[in-house]
T-cell receptor, first 112, second 112 residues
Framework: AQSVSQHNHHVILSEAASLELGCNYSYGGTVNLFWYVQYPGQHLQLLLKYFSGDPLVKGIKGFEAEFIKSKFSFNLRKPSVQWSDTAEYFCAVVLNTDKLIFGTGTRLQVFP | GAGVSQSPSNKVTEKGKDVELRCDPISGHTALYWYRQSLGQGLEFLIYFQGNSAPDKSGLPSDRFSAERTGGSVSTLTIQRTQQEDSAVYLC??????????FGEGSWLTVV
């Protein structure tokens, strides 16, 4: 069955630490890939997306993600996190059938 | 409006009552999605529409839940005989096929 896995459920970092959140999907067809962020008490916002082309994509607020097709992965990275990055992060995959599947989310807490 | 609009934004209902949640997608968007997010939980897929048809209803938790979409635009999610475990934020999203998915701000449902 198609699925999206986020291996890190809860990540705690200090400010200025580097971040990498894992995302793997299981689907053999063409996919579009997304990372969404949900700040406390707010709705989902798009961080970045990959449709085609350069597998390293840049998003807002200094985030980037790399699509590695052979590993079915789309990990999210940020070189230096800030307290304001505290939020829940969701990886999502749109299959070529248009079905959108979310990972279970990763809660990031950044301490000053 | 420019974004996905959901109503009501907040709803408190008594156990056993029926509720209807409405989603107005971005004009022209062919795909429409319903998710729910319970307190402390991830995003749970409910159903998605491609035009007026629902290729995947597998996420609807029980036969008390139903959804329809008319005219390829507005969608209504109906929950009959609400239970306390139905309390959640119900999120709607829309997209053009193969493009970015945009989320509404959600309908917060509380069943008392």
């Amino acid at each position: 069955a198609q699925s999206v896995s986020q291996h890190n459920h809860h990540v705690i970092l200090s400010e200025a630490a580097s971040l990498e959140l894992g995302c793997n999907y299981s689907y053999g067809g063409t996919v579009n890939l997304f990372w969404y962020v949900q700040y406390p008490g707010q709705h989902l916002q798009l961080l970045l997306k990959y449709f085609s082309g350069d597998p390293l994509v840049k998003g807002i607020k200094g985030f980037e993600a790399e699509f590695i097709k052979s590993k079915f992965s789309f990990n999210l990275r940020k070189p230096s996190v800030q307290w304001s990055d505290t939020a829940e992060y969701f990886c999502a995959v749109v299959l070529n059938t248009d079905k959108l599947i979310f990972g279970t989310g990763t809660r990031l807490q950044v301490f000053p | 409006g420019a974004g996905v609009s959901q109503s009501p934004s907040n709803k408190v209902t008594e156990k056993g009552k029926d509720v209807e949640l409405r989603c107005d997608p971005i004009s022209g968007h062919t795909a429409l999605y319903w998710y729910r997010q319970s307190l402390g939980q991830g995003l749970e897929f409910l159903i998605y529409f491609q035009g007026n048809s629902a290729p995947d209803k597998s996420g609807l938790p029980s036969d008390r839940f139903s959804a329809e979409r008319t005219g390829g635009s507005v969608s209504t999610l109906t929950i009959q005989r609400t239970q306390q475990e139905d309390s959640a934020v119900y999120l709607c999203a829309s997209s053009l096929t193969g493009y970015t998915i945009y989320f509404g701000e959600g309908s917060w449902l509380t069943v008392v």
